[in-house]
């Protein structure tokens, strides 16, 4: 088999490849391979095997992306349109692009990797591990609060976009956490054309807004009238005022519609804005819950180079502090050595050492500890890593982050 970087002349293969992988469109996956704000058909890479006929048997990409992780901007492969023709599938094909592109990855120097799983199962066995979970809303109008701040929103005019772009940037700078950041392009291309129903919440500066489209869903009956839906895509708040405007405007929107939809971090206190903690359509499991939310997994995230992406955190400890630890990599064995981590004044120094390991772990529960999925003390406390007892509360505290987020316009 030949792996190879993908060229021109490859370009309706691989369209076709993913028009059949996905379902999607051939002639809208052709345009977006030669016009995208965030790739070129340069981050492509196929592979072929005469034994099996020649031509593009899979392909896979990797995106260069920069996100935001504690406060600071890192640099990331994002993995997507991973795809084998029907009759090379089953031979080991995705496979072996995964471990090319992990080597690539770490060649091209990104600390870490993430993705959008089809099946977590599968990208488990490169040491990706799941980091995006979700908190799924499904809310009545009727439910949220009315708040006196929605006076103070406005629909969105084209005037606005800079002050949009710089309301999302500062947000992410301050709470983003793996959340990648956006280029002119993407917003034009990509985001802008989406602005149908956008509206602002200006109290004298543009503090924060929100888009969502509106549909109705099937009639339950033929001749009926289907209900009246609000999906959120995304919802920014520079402060409390910003955020309880756009829910008090949300809500007040009831006499139209009656549901909303909202993907949102774990974290997101989306209570505060309720009268009533629930789902729509809730089921009663005991007569003293009923559910307010479901919880959906996101995507996925993988370290690559464990002492650069070690190097990249900056931190709040008052104290210096060192800590050896050792991550087993079967794909990277670069990264499976004893790594000591010195820290001190916000930054983190990291060399090879012979001390002995203090903390030590899989390559997919440590990039769960970076992302600040899950804590050290709890990898530690459920089985999954062993550590020197009297580490453990500074680890933790260096490692923790608000919960990893992309918003759905980012989704690649």
């Given at each position: 088999?030949?792996?190879?970087?993908?060229?021109?002349?490859?370009?309706?293969?691989?369209?076709?490849?993913?028009?059949?992988?996905?379902?999607?469109?051939?002639?809208?996956?052709?345009?977006?391979?030669?016009?995208?704000?965030?790739?070129?058909?340069?981050?492509?890479?196929?592979?072929?095997?005469?034994?099996?006929?020649?031509?593009?048997?899979?392909?896979?990409?990797?995106?260069?992306?920069?996100?935001?992780?504690?406060?600071?901007?890192?640099?990331?492969?994002?993995?997507?349109?991973?795809?084998?023709?029907?009759?090379?599938?089953?031979?080991?094909?995705?496979?072996?692009?995964?471990?090319?592109?992990l080597r690539k990855m770490y060649e091209m120097e990104f600390p870490v990797s993430m993705?959008?799983?089809?099946?977590?199962?599968?990208?488990?066995?490169?040491?990706?591990?799941?980091?995006?979970?979700?908190?799924?809303?499904?809310?009545?109008?009727?439910?949220?609060?009315?708040?006196?701040?929605?006076?103070?929103?406005?629909?969105?005019?084209?005037?606005?976009?800079?002050?949009?772009?710089?309301?999302?940037?500062?947000?992410?700078?301050?709470?983003?956490?793996?959340?990648?950041?956006?280029?002119d392009s993407f917003w034009d291309l990509v985001v802008f054309p989406k602005f149908k129903?956008?509206?602002?919440?200006?109290?004298?500066?543009?503090?924060?807004?929100?888009?969502?489209?509106?549909?109705?869903?099937?009639?339950?009956?033929?001749?009926?009238?289907?209900?009246?839906?609000?999906?959120?895509?995304?919802?920014?708040?520079?402060?409390?005022?910003?955020?309880?405007?756009?829910?008090?405007?949300?809500?007040?929107?009831?006499?139209?519609?009656?549901?909303?939809?909202?993907?949102?971090?774990?974290?997101?206190?989306?209570?505060?804005?309720?009268?009533?903690?629930?789902?729509?359509?809730?089921?009663?499991?005991?007569?003293?819950?009923?559910?307010?939310?479901?919880?959906?997994?996101?995507?996925?995230?993988?370290?690559?180079?464990?002492?650069?992406?070690?190097?990249?955190?900056?931190?709040?400890?008052?104290?210096?502090?060192?800590?050896?630890?050792?991550?087993?990599?079967?794909?990277?064995?670069?990264?499976?050595?004893?790594?000591?981590?010195?820290?001190?004044?916000?930054?983190?120094?990291?060399?090879?050492?012979?001390?002995?390991?203090?903390?030590?772990?899989?390559?997919?529960?440590?990039?769960?500890?970076?992302?600040?999925?899950?804590?050290?003390?709890?990898?530690?406390?459920?089985?999954?890593?062993?550590?020197?007892?009297?580490?453990?509360?500074?680890?933790?505290?260096?490692?923790?982050?608000?919960?990893?987020?992309?918003?759905?316009?980012?989704?690649?």
């Amino acid at each position: 088999m030949i792996i190879r970087q993908a060229t021109g002349s490859d370009a309706d293969q691989i369209a076709a490849l993913l028009a059949k992988s996905f379902l999607e469109d051939t002639s809208v996956i052709r345009v977006s391979i030669e016009n995208n704000p965030r790739y070129s058909l340069s981050n492509m890479f196929v592979i072929e095997d005469k034994s099996l006929g020649g031509g593009v048997l899979g392909c896979l990409r990797i995106t260069p992306f920069e996100v935001y992780s504690r406060g600071e901007v890192m640099p990331m492969g994002g993995i997507a349109a991973v795809a084998v023709q029907p009759e090379a599938r089953r031979r080991g094909i995705a496979e072996t692009l995964m471990e090319d592109a992990l080597r690539k990855m770490y060649e091209m120097e990104f600390p870490v990797s993430m993705l959008f799983p089809f099946k977590h199962r599968f990208y488990k066995k490169f040491g990706y591990a799941y980091v995006g979970n979700l908190a799924q809303y499904d809310l009545l109008t009727g439910d949220i609060l009315n708040l006196p701040e929605r006076s103070r929103v406005r629909a969105f005019v084209k005037a606005d976009r800079n002050k949009v772009k710089r309301v999302l940037e500062q947000d992410i700078q301050l709470r983003g956490s793996f959340t990648p950041t956006r280029n002119d392009s993407f917003w034009d291309l990509v985001v802008f054309p989406k602005f149908k129903e956008a509206y602002i919440y200006d109290d004298g500066e543009t503090k924060g807004y929100v888009v969502y489209e509106l549909y109705k869903e099937p009639a339950p009956v033929p001749g009926a009238f289907g209900e009246p839906i609000i999906n959120i895509k995304e919802l920014v708040g520079l402060d409390a005022a910003a955020h309880r405007g756009l829910w008090g405007f949300i809500g007040s929107l009831g006499e139209q519609v009656s549901r909303v939809r909202y993907l949102a971090p774990t974290d997101y206190p989306l209570h505060l804005f309720l009268k009533e903690p629930r789902e729509r359509d809730y089921r009663r499991l005991f007569f003293e819950y009923k559910s307010f939310s479901t919880v959906a997994s996101g995507f996925m995230l993988r370290v690559i180079n464990v002492p650069d992406a070690l190097r990249r955190m900056k931190h709040s400890l008052d104290a210096q502090a060192d800590f050896v630890i050792k991550i087993n990599d079967g794909n990277l064995p670069q990264n499976s050595r004893p790594f000591n981590m010195h820290v001190h004044k916000g930054e983190v120094a990291v060399e090879e050492t012979s001390r002995p390991v203090q903390f030590e772990s899989d390559i997919e529960i440590f990039s769960q500890i970076y992302s600040g999925f899950l804590q050290p003390g709890d990898a530690v406390k459920y089985g999954f890593a062993a550590a020197d007892p009297s580490i453990l509360p500074k680890l933790d505290e260096l490692f923790r982050a608000p919960s990893p987020f992309i918003y759905q316009f980012d989704i690649f």
